[in-house]
Every structure is written in C-alpha cells, then in structure tokens.
C-alpha cells in the first residue's frame, strides 16, 4: 500500500517561509509524478504544484508562481515544497499525492494516492 507522509506545516508570520516535505514508500518513487494541493476551510483543493517523475518538468498554479517551488529527491523517496514570501491566503491543510502522469498535473482525477495533510497557518 503506498504511503505519502507530508511533514513541514507550523505557524509562520506573513512574509515568512516553510518547507514541506513528503516522504514516499512502498513503491518506486522515480517512476511517478508528484503533486501538492491545499484545502482551506469550506474551499475545494487546490492545485499548486507539480513535477515529473525525474524532476526535470515543473508546473505551477499561477496563485503560487514565483513564491512557492517544487522538487524532488528520488534517492530519499521524497518531494519538497519551498514555500516563501508566505500570506494570510496561505493557510490551508497541504497535501501531497501521487501521479500517474505528470500531464493535466493540475486535476485531482490525476492523483491516486494522497497524504494525510499537514497544517499551514499564516498569521498576519
């Protein structure tokens, strides 16, 4: 059964930043895309980001271009989200999921599998 455990979320000033991490096991990490959403009180998820199996093809929601990136270290099994220059908008629960392809990245339907979340809250 695969397994996404997202870690990084705490309480941060506006301006600030955080890392997410999300670490990947019981399958081949390499092998897949990776994406982050968050979901925010009564909102839907959110697309924010995603990256190709190899880390060489990146997208963005345009809500978070230029502040937050996306990586990978398939040799850790783990995918990362810089998130900088943070806001109040920002709070949300962040959850990272499993691809099958990196192609329409930005669509839930895209994702199999999927973390448990972990909790961002911007102050302002």
């Known amino acids: 059964q695969v397994q996404l455990v997202e870690s990084g979320g705490g309480l941060v000033q506006a301006g600030g930043s955080l890392r997410l991490s999300c670490a990947a096991s019981?399958?081949?990490?390499?092998?897949?895309?990776m994406g982050w959403f968050r979901q925010a009180p009564g909102k839907e998820r959110e697309f924010l980001a995603a990256i190709s199996s190899s880390g060489a093809l990146r997208t963005y929601a345009e809500s978070v271009k230029g502040r937050f990136t996306i990586s990978r270290d398939n040799a850790k099994n783990t995918v990362y989200l810089q998130m900088n220059n943070l806001k109040s908008e920002d709070t949300a629960v962040y959850y990272c999921a499993r691809g099958a392809t990196f192609y329409e990245a930005s669509r839930l339907s895209s994702y199999d599998d999927w973390g448990q979340g972990t909790q961002v809250t911007v102050s302002s």
């Open positions: 019981r399958y081949t990490f390499s092998s897949y895309a």
